[in-house]
């Protein structure tokens, strides 16, 4: 995620939760995040150009795709901490949500993380049950963590071994194969 990205992602932001985070504090992660990685996700409109002087053409003609998602995560030793992910409201139900989460994982690898957590509002079904399907598991309850007082689901993945990378390399390649088809 780049500054030049804040104003899709806030549309986004703003259909997509109650408290939406302020334009500041994405700006600020941008800025001043050293802890804490920001993605997000654009579709590919022509494949990738070939050689590096079409890509430098590119850049300078300032092409890009629209913002359709984003993720971002916090560093603590040993462990990622999601602290925002989101579709675009006309992108869901593709399984980019799943994809965007693999990859941010993914990137998280490098950092040998051994856990991945999150906490999700005990009314949000559709969350719960992607981060359900990828492996992770309820480990406590946050009373109250919202500030409309709703409470939160402290979910876990891992601890991410060697078998448990491969299992989510595995998914992601499938999620990758069946997200990217057309619709
Ligand atoms: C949660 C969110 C990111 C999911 O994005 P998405 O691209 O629609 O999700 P995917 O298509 O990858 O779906 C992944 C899984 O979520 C679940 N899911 C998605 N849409 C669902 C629906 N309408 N009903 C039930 N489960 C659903 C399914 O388990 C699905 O896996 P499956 O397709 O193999 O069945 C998206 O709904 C969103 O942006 N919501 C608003 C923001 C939010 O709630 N973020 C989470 C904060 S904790």
Known sequence: MREEDIAEVMEIERHSFPNPWPE???RHEIRYGTDSLFYVLQPC???SPATW??????RRQRERSPVIGYVGMRFVP???HITTIAVHPEWRGRGLGKYILLMAIQQALRNRIRFVTLEVRVSNRIAQQLYTD??????GIQRGYYRDGEDAWVMRLGPLDEAEIERLEKTRRAVEAV????K
């Open 179 to 182: 997200s990217m088809r057309d």
């Open 134 to 139: 990828l492996g992770f598991r309820v480990v």
């Open 24 to 26: 500041s504090a994405y």
């Open 78 to 80: 040993g462990e990622a």
């Open 45 to 47: 409109q022509e494949p």
């Open 53 to 58: 002087w079409d890509r430098l053409l590119r």
